[in-house]
């Protein structure tokens, strides 16, 4: 992408002024997307967009500046513009040597989505059309959404650091309505990986799309959700994100440094059942918040934050690290060369436990089973979480009996962590997320075994 | 009016005049600078600024639509993008209302979203600004332990479209902001709260109140319980009115309704609400945060009613769904920048303000729930069917009065049943930076999920 002779000269002119660390983060990306509605399909879009963002630290303060022009003139002019942002005296001048840092690929992409005829790609959609209108009568209106991403990155910094990666990431989603008596209902399945067209390999369109109309169609006698305090049951691979929100950002080492996490002087202590180890991994295969290196230029790691219930670990980036005067994490990430990046998770997922989960389920006289959680949202300084059930049961006497409509459920994440009471022998990832914060977007993973929270607000509104 | 902005003007229709027999070329050129200063403990944490610029072509050829954008404005990426719109063009299926807007008489308001003043602010002042603003908030309150955050931001952005049916429209707005988020009380009771200042210009900017309103909201939750589950009346802050507003706006959406996914399929004409509900998507009103003098498409921007004394009126629609549905556009072509094709949004959505205060509002209510915050919009709200469910935070009302704060628990309702269920309308209408407005609204029969 870029010679390194001039990123050694870039990076020297960022520190002309006298920085303590200087940064170029280079990043071509290119993307494709389909999108079948109403029967057509709408539009093939595809764009490109590259350039690099220059940070230079002085102190404790952080200057960027990024540009979409990657001739040498003009990553100097970002450099200097970045220096001047970081605005401090001083001077000297600073050679940097770069040595390239390896780090193996999460896996090997087969077939670079560029390299598929589009025809290929659209042909999906109609696939997956066709397969959720036969599903039943009651689907009225179906949506699939076809998309892949190629991301060169180059990550040099003054610290000698010279890493690049090549991230490949496919993904299908479908959507239905399902129209019935008391209404339209929805219902919703997505795959992603870090993996070219051959995620259309093992992954069959058709079983998506009748998966997301049968959904729909299940929520059409869906009562309203209860409301109040009950015992929750969350299937392997649906829930992941209850830990993404319950303790995941609280373990960011930027919310720890600022005193706005509820998990802050808590490494050593008993933070969650027992039966909980919490792993953020970003090494894991194809998954989908999977990178060899992160947007820093340093190796993915598999972390593990909480071990039987005791905090182990928070996640850093550089900036947190160097300020405790440790290493990082490998969690550096940023949505783009126009974005700093910061402390973000990768793939977070809990271990299998012991228990059948079919046995979880009989043990809950009275409660909710959640089969698809959507997204969800926490206040790291008081730790209070929400996110949203998509496709719910009741469970009476032991048994899952009537759908549930659409609601939020809220706890608060050190409670809710201690509340597991059943954690299953089964385990599955779950569906491919988009994490915001600051308003910048990674894509992220998650996963769990079977478990039950023995309370949870349930946000129905059932009398 | 539309002064620095006629290179991409004619960048755009170059392109559009690249159009081949038996096709519609439209571009989409778009430039923005933007600088943002963040301090934490009286220091500048990071300070950021860039400009960028891209391109997204819309090409329409054989009733089928293809399209491609770039980070870029170089000569050569702009044809190669032009040439993928097109080779994309070739891969949607064929349909018959496929087009591009065409000019339509309506004439653009007279607005000027600009400010020259703000790239002329001084980049010291801006950081002496989010100093300031964090001073001020540290100062509140002898219980204010920490600020998460302390910003200043701006940026100016210039776009133009231009299309070979005629449509030639530039614009460029302005804007900058200080925001603040504190945090208040020991670890054992801990709150937050933020509040913000908008405006085109830094002299629209109120400091104090960014930094008032961090204080007191963050201050008012301590000491907050999880509340026993009721079904009460809710009292929305202005800024969750404009949250659910905006929810609703989504549902108003002419494409939605086309394709089935709307909740108010087949109402025009019918009461949805009350008779003191009116609703207006108004992006010609100069005070407006999404104030706009052309849409996405280059039409000119129009005041729609969408909702009048109850009734609904009309959804909002693009050159597309407009033609599909038999009727003309409002106008309400929008784009999420240069990498999206046009789809169709509110911008300045308002219900139109009553005449109670808020103080009124809560004395009307008697025993309820004043909502300050709300969290999970996007993961328990489904504007499809209408369920809402969202997690909150807020203040018991006992006696027309404040008294004590809530949290951990969640509000919910229908969409349907919400706008049928509005008792009071506030006076207080405050601009927002959202494509919604928000004042003081009342709504009874809403379920409160905690112990």
């Known amino acids: 992408m870029i010679d390194e002779s001039v990123i050694e000269g870039v990076l020297g002119a960022a520190l002309r002024t006298g920085g303590d660390f200087a940064e170029v983060f280079a990043e071509d990306r290119r993307g494709s997307a389909a999108r079948l509605d109403d029967g057509r399909v709408e539009d093939l879009a595809s764009g490109r967009d590259r350039g690099a963002g220059i940070r230079v630290v002085v102190g404790e303060t952080t200057g960027f500046a990024h540009t979409s022009d990657l001739s040498e003139p003009g990553l100097r002019a970002a450099a200097e513009a970045a220096a001047a942002a970081a605005r401090r005296g001083g001077g000297g001048v600073r050679t940097v040597a770069l040595s390239r840092v390896n780090a193996p690929p999460p ?112 929520k059409l006698s869906a009562r309203p959700a209860p409301s109040g305090s009950l015992p929750v049951v969350i299937k392997q691979g649906s829930g992941g994100v209850l830990f993404h929100e319950a303790c995941g950002h609280g373990l960011e080492a930027d919310h720890i440094a600022k005193d706005v996490s509820v998990f802050r002087g808590k490494v050593g202590q008993m933070v ?49 690290a160097r300020q405790e005067g440790r290493l990082g994490t490998g969690n ?75 609601a939020n459920l809220i706890g608060n994440g050190p409670d809710v962590l201690r509340n597991i009471d059943a954690v299953a022998a089964d385990f599955a990832m779950g569906m491919p997320g988009t994490c915001g914060k600051q308003g910048q977007g990674v894509p992220v993973g998650d996963g769990q075994p079977t478990l039950r929270v023995s309370a949870l607000t349930v946000g129905g509104t059932a009398r | ?274 008779g003191a509900i009116t609703l207006v998507d108004d992006p010609t009103d100069p005070e407006a945060y999404g104030a706009a003098r052309f849409d996405a498409e280059g039409l000119a921007t129009r005041r729609n009613v969408l909702i009048e004394a109850g009734v609904l009126r009309e959804f909002l629609y693009n050159s597309y769904s407009a033609r599909r549905a038999g009727t003309v556009s409002t106008a309400s072509a929008v784009r999420a920048g240069f990498k ?15 005449q109670h205060s808020p103080e009124e509002i809560l004395a009307l209510v008697g025993d309820g729930l004043f909502v300050q915050s709300v969290s999970g919009v996007h993961s328990g709200v489904n504007p499809v069917s209408g369920d809402f469910s969202v997690g909150a935070e807020g203040v018991l009302i006992r006696g027309g009065e404040l008294a004590g704060p809530v949290r951990e628990f969640t509000i919910a309702s229908t969409i349907q049943r919400m706008l049928s269920g509005v008792v009071a309308v506030g006076s207080d209408l405050e601009r927002l930076p959202s494509s919604a407005a928000g004042l003081t609204l009342a709504i009874a029969d809403v379920s409160m999920s905690g112990e």
């Open chain 1, 107 to 218: 896996n090997d992409v087969a077939v670079l989505p560029e390299t598929v005829a589009k025809a290929e790609k659209v042909a999906l959609l109609r696939r997956a059309d066709e397969a959720a209108r036969a599903t039943g009568g009651a689907i009225r209106q179906v949506s699939a959404v076809y998309g892949d991403s190629r991301r060169r990155i180059l990550v040099a910094n003054s610290e000698g650091v010279l890493a690049t990666d090549d991230q490949v990431k496919t993904r299908f989603a479908v959507s239905c309505v399902a129209s019935g008596d008391a209404g339209l209902q929805t219902g919703r399945e997505s795959v992603g990986a870090t993996v070219g067209f051959e995620l259309f390999d093992r992954v069959l369109v058709e079983e998506l799309a009748r998966s997301a109309a049968s959904r729909a169609i299940t």
């Open chain 2, 340 to 354: 999206s094709a046009p789809g169709t949004g509110a911008r300045a959505l308002t219900v139109v303000p009553g």
């Open chain 1, 272 to 320: 969650a059942s027992p039966l909980v180890t919490l792993v953020d991994d970003g090494t894991m295969g194809p998954e989908w918040g999977s990178l060899a290196i992160d947007d820093e230029g340093h190796p993915a790691g598999r972390n593990v934050l909480i071990e039987n219930g005791v905090l182990t670990e928070y996640m850093w980036d550089w900036l947190r």
């Open chain 2, 1 to 274: 009016m539309s002064g620095g902005n006629s290179d991409l003007l004619e960048l755009a229709t170059r392109v559009a005049g690249w159009a081949q027999d038996g096709e519609q070329v439209e571009a989409y050129v778009a430039r923005g600078r933007e600088t943002e200063v963040r301090v934490y403990e009286g220091e500048v944490e990071s300070l950021s600024s860039a400009e960028s610029a891209g391109i997204g072509i819309r090409v329409v050829s054989g009733s089928r639509q293809g399209f491609a954008y770039a980070g870029s404005l170089d000569a050569d990426v702009v044809h190669e993008t032009l040439d993928e719109a097109r080779d994309n063009a070739g891969f949607a299926s064929p349909d018959e209302w496929v087009g591009l807007a065409g000019p339509d008489g309506v004439a653009p308001a007279d607005l000027d979203l600009w400010r020259d003043d703000l790239a002329a602010y001084p980049t010291d002042v801006k950081v002496a600004r989010a100093l300031e603003l964090e001073r001020a908030v540290r100062a509140g309150d002898s219980r204010i332990r920490a600020v998460e955050s302390a910003e200043w931001g701006d940026a100016a952005v210039e776009s133009a479209v231009a299309s070979s049916t005629g449509i030639r429209a530039s614009s460029r707005r302005t804007v900058c902001y200080l925001s603040a988020s504190a945090v208040a009380g020991s670890a054992a009771d801990t709150q937050t709260g933020s509040g913000y200042s908008v405006g085109r210009s830094p002299d629209d900017l109120d400091l104090d109140k960014a930094a008032g309103d961090a204080v007191r909201r963050a201050t008012r939750l301590l000491g907050a319980v999880k509340p026993h589950s009721a079904h009460l009346s809710v009292v929305f802050e202005p800024e969750i009115t404009a949250t659910l507003l905006a929810v609703i706006g989504g549902t108003l959406d002419g494409e939605a309704v086309l394709k089935g996914r709307s909740l108010f399929a087949d109402r025009v004409g019918e009461e949805v609400s009350v």
């Open chain 1, 332 to 406: 550096g990430r940023r949505e783009s060369y126009q974005h700093l990046p910061m402390v973000r998770m990768t793939n977070t997922y809990v271990l299998a436990g012991t228990s059948d989960p079919d046995e979880i389920v009989r043990q809950t006289p009275h409660g909710v089973y959640v089969a698809q959680l959507g997204g969800g949202q926490v206040n790291t300084a008081t730790g209070d979480f929400v996110f949203g059930m998509t496709e719910a049961y009741l469970i009476e006497d032991g048994h899952i009996t009537e759908p549930l409509r659409d």
